[in-house]
């Protein structure tokens, strides 16, 4: 843009306070030729002192630059502001792409990321909400036409979060090493598919094929102990599984210890290129196993984990996905049986980004007996925060289910067995089970 052109929107811009109020926020002097960068940066500093424009003799007398008073009619302020966005942008990019050499030899690619992302993103925001009294209609019928939560399998923790977990929502569950948190995201992720939704799981620590062979367990109950001999079993019950009507689909992928927000963009990117559509879960497994974007000092955990949290939910928000992961608890939590805030490992900035938390309690004891607790410690929409669920815990499905004993999605159903002999007494009082199939449950149906 020329130097007439420049000095004409400045004019517009200190002609009319209203006009400058709508660029202001994108408004930056070094943008500007140098002649004129003293003077925007006077009237920048003047509006947010004064809340409104100088003068042209108060720039006069701070810059030595003269410019001509005009009467801005309504055209014009929507000119200027078009023509003041456009000049921004590129501004802003150009700025952007010198900066970007350097930090590239500094491996600074997040912070070249990011500027790039803010320059390409310069806009004059013209969403102003919505007027409340007067979308009445509209806004009621939206929500009854869009459910805001989708159920997460488990009746009791739907009536908890008030009906489940929204898109643009981070779900993060917490428990002690082998505690019980990839499991959980595995039943979550096996509840959704349940329900026809497409769940990505990503896994930054286990192969496909590991996690997969969960997946064999939950939906066949044949571990990974005796698979081999149940091929034909596996194969027909699980080809069987995905060709149900109405059954979502499960895509499982390893990421490297590290990966950052940026590298899961540019996997769904390509996800979205070979699939054409994008998944509606995201699972991560797991958060602490994460990097930020941009370097962090190892010693700053807070910042550090914050960061990580915070790049992860914005994948959620950005591509309307809802996104679940897990954290490990500190060794203060090892045998306890309340967990609060200050038992996350790392940093409870973890917990202040996420939108619903919940820590897992499942001692040896209470794996033998088929229980799992989850204590509800923040539900950012509802009034959860506090509460206390004791669900069903089946060692041979490895599946999580309501604590009344309701059946799982897929359909499986279980009766307890009768009591036939000693043997099945015995195994009772010792090990919280009867015969061979655990938590006295036997598989009537699948």
Request: with cysteine; aromatic share 8%; glycine share 8%.
């Amino acid at each position: 843009m020329d130097e007439k052109k420049q000095k004409l929107l400045i004019e517009y811009l200190l002609s009319s306070p209203d006009t400058f109020a709508l660029c202001q926020n994108i408004v930056d002097p070094e943008y500007f030729d140098p002649e004129f960068r003293e003077s925007v940066r006077f009237m920048k500093q003047y509006y947010e002192d004064y809340s409104t424009t100088p003068s042209n003799n108060q720039v006069l007398a701070e810059t030595n630059n003269e410019f001509v008073h005009r009467d801005v009619a309504p055209d014009e302020i929507e000119y200027c502001s078009h023509e003041v966005e456009k000049f921004c942008k590129r501004k802003g990019i150009e700025k952007a792409i010198l900066a970007s050499p350097q930090l590239i030899e500094d491996g600074d690619y997040g912070t070249v990321e990011q500027i790039i992302k803010d320059a390409v993103t310069i806009s004059l925001n013209k969403n102003l909400g919505l007027n409340y009294f007067e979308t009445v209609d509209e806004r009621l019928e939206m929500m009854m036409n869009q459910s805001p939560t989708i159920s997460t399998g488990w009746k009791e923790v739907d009536a908890l979060l008030f009906g489940g977990l929204s898109r643009k929502e981070l779900l993060l569950v917490s428990a002690n090493s082998g505690g019980g948190k990839s499991i959980t995201l595995a039943n979550l992720g096996f509840n959704y598919v349940a329900q026809g939704y497409n769940v990505l799981y990503i896994s930054l620590e286990l192969s496909p094929e590991i996690v997969a062979q969960r997946y064999d367990t939950m939906y066949t109950g044949i571990g990974r102990q005796v698979w081999r001999d149940e091929i034909s079993t596996l194969t027909t019950r699980l080809k069987m599984e995905g060709e149900k009507e109405g059954i979502g689909r499960l895509d499982i992928t390893q990421m490297p210890t590290g990966t950052t927000a940026n590298d899961i963009r540019a996997y769904l990117k390509e996800f979205y290129l070979h699939n054409n559509f994008m998944p509606d879960m995201l699972i991560l497994d797991y958060l602490d196993e994460m990097a930020p974007n941009e370097f962090v000092s190892a010693d700053n955990v807070f910042e550090k984990d914050r960061r990580c949290t915070t790049q992860l939910r914005q994948i959620g928000v950005d591509e309307d996905m809802i996104v679940a992961t897990a954290s490990q608890l500190n060794r203060s939590a090892v045998g306890a049986t309340h967990h609060d805030h200050s038992q996350i490992a790392g940093g409870i900035s973890k917990i202040n980004v996420s939108d619903v938390y919940w820590s897992i309690i499942m001692t040896e004891a209470q794996k033998a007996a088929g229980e799992m607790i989850f204590h509800f410690q923040k539900t950012r929409n509802s009034d959860g925060v506090g509460k206390t669920l004791y669900m069903k815990w089946d060692g041979k499905y490895l599946r999580i289910l309501d604590g009344d004993g309701s059946s799982p999605p897929d359909g499986i159903t279980f009766n307890k067995k009768k009591e036939t002999g000693p043997k099945d007494r015995l195994m009772k009082e010792v090990f919280g089970q009867e015969d061979e199939t655990p938590l006295g449950l036997s598989l009537i149906h699948i």
